[in-house]
């Protein structure tokens, strides 16, 4: 597989890799829409800070972040399972940064490919990552779209091209079905408390020329119940072995709504981004964010001073409530311990931790 075959600045890719300067520059995802700033990282901790701090968010582009992070460490001769470490402790929920740090660690394989100027197998290594995660994505477009009724379709949080390598999860698929002209209207939750769906799925939508309405969380259930919603369909950070889905705080609400509204929910990820070693969204580590994220909005303080916060960044939707589990090798339907363990017996990619 060549490594070239896709422009990411086309994809809106948050993240670009020189391989002459061995900088990782990533789109700072907190300054969006008022500002485009790119933020190089030259060093492991510096790409560990910008996944903690969420410079770069999204399960698929923390992954890929993590596999540049560990290219880095090969350049600057930091031992690579001191700087997994360092990586592993930034994000306890996403599955995609586990996977990626894993297949970094993998011993190279006899059969190298010719490596490009500057590149080290390391470099090629999360480079293909890079590639592969675009792809999948790009497949998750091509079977999602079908099931999406006509009308309206609500989303949650940013599950698009700034999520991801490039293209999008969720994103990726209303992007394929506004392409097929399948007669869709997107509704972007705002996504409190860090809004994501405002400053991201917003802006990235309205660049694309995508038809979108931003809402306020609390605003589905009206909007469902005047019928003006058809679908709804999220990304997610982890899913277990059963279905159960962890994604942004305020997803597992959504489905049960939408299970009252007779509405179906569907869930879009790579298959990177299912955990078969996880038995069921019981055993998922939600990570628990700083309470200023809570008790402010940028610098402005919106709550009293002093007050107790709680800020779980993820819950965890119950399979039961999730109509189909969209990946880049297919859909899968309940029972999902069945389906996505057939799904992973698919995965085209299965031996891309042999890349060098």
Known sequence: MSID?????????????????????????????????????RTVDEVARAIKDMVVRGAP?????????????GRTHVPLEQAAATLRATRPTAVNLFWAIDAMLKPAPLNAPRLGPGMSPLDFRARSLHTIDVLMCLKIGEHGAPLLPQGGVLTHCNAGALATGGYGTALGVIRTAHKQKRGIHVFADETRPFLQGARLTAWELHKSGIDVTLITDNMAAHMMQRGEIQSVIVGADRIAANGDTANKIGTYGLALLARAHDIPFFV?????????????????????????????????????DGIK???????????ALIKGIITNVGVAEPPYEKSLAALAEKMPFRGMIELP
């Open 5 to 41: 075959v896709i422009d990411f600045e086309e994809m809106l890719s948050p993240l670009r890799f020189d391989h002459g300067t061995g900088v990782l520059s990533l789109l700072d995802q907190r300054l969006l829409p008022e500002r485009e700033v790119w933020v190089d990282c």
């Open 61 to 73: 582009a923390i992954g890929v972040a993590a596999a540049y992070g560990m290219a880095i460490a």
């Open 268 to 304: 879009a990820a790579p298959m990177s981004t299912v955990d078969l070693k996880t038995p069921t969204g019981r055993q998922i580590p939600i990570e628990e964010r700083a309470p200023r994220e809570v008790t402010h909005v940028g610098d402005k303080r919106l709550a009293p």
């Open 309 to 319: 916060v709680r800020n779980p960044a993820f819950d965890v939707t119950p399979a």
